[in-house]
């Protein structure tokens, strides 16, 4: 069964919404009209789902940042501190050198693509 969604380009890309086999059909269309197409099942693998905590603190202290996502598979973690600061490590501690609010984005990527 096909998705309805058709992209257009040399290089697409779409995100699934579900798990398991996926048929996807390439055509390409010369200039001239002649056109040629191919199918192709692929595998999508079920990929993790980010989710952290974070202590607050004082100015001056460190605040315990924990990522906590869900997966079967191996995975790596990449958070973006809100301060210029990053980390790649899955439990550690930050120190913030101003008082303020911070945006923290934690990014989780399966390894196996």
Not at 20 to 45: H, I, R
């Amino acid at each position: 069964m096909f998705a309805s969604d058709t992209l257009v380009g040399f290089s697409p890309e779409y995100s699934f919404l579900d798990t398991g086999l996926q048929q996807v059909k390439l055509m390409a269309v010369s200039n001239f009209g002649c056109a040629s197409d191919t199918l192709e099942t692929v595998y999508v693998k079920d990929g993790p789902q980010a989710a952290f905590s974070v202590s607050e603190t004082c100015l001056g202290n460190h605040s315990l940042f924990t990522s906590s996502p869900s997966s079967t598979v191996p995975y790596s973690v990449f958070w973006d501190l809100g301060d210029g600061s990053n980390s790649t490590i899955e439990i550690f501690t930050h120190q913030y050198a101003l008082a303020g609010n911070y945006n923290v984005e934690l990014i989780v990527a399966g390894n196996n693509g």
